[in-house]
């Protein structure tokens, strides 16, 4: 997916978003919980769109490197306290995430 797209995608329904939940240039003949839901719809779209730009991993020193996502641990323990961060994986390996990683010091 092209980035730049993504992100003119992310900032156009955070706007949107902002619309809806304060309720400006709304007809009143919208219901709320109609509202409400276009609300969620980008939340959760936006959601999705973030996880197709690459985030920097958590990596800190003598840890395991983490997801930003999800918090899910990527690195393999190679137990005297040294890790192996599989830095050829490109997206979360938790199926409930999919977060696209950014290994880059
Ligand atoms: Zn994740």
Not at 3 to 31: C, D, F, L
Not at 63 to 73: I, L
Request: glycine share 6%.
């Amino acid at each position: 997916m092209d980035e730049k797209k993504v992100r003119e995608a992310i900032a156009w329904m955070e706007n949107e978003r902002r619309i809806h939940k304060y309720g400006t240039h709304i007809s009143p003949s919208i219901p709320k919980e109609q509202i409400s839901k276009i609300g969620e719809c980008y939340d959760l779209a936006i959601e999705a769109l973030e996880k197709q730009l690459p985030k920097k991993v958590i990596i800190k020193d003598w840890c395991p490197s983490y997801c930003p996502s999800c918090g899910y641990e990527l690195s393999e323990d190679l137990g005297d306290g040294y890790y192996r961060h599989p830095t050829f994986i490109e997206r979360c390996p938790n199926p409930d995430c999919g977060q696209k990683l950014d290994w880059s010091e």
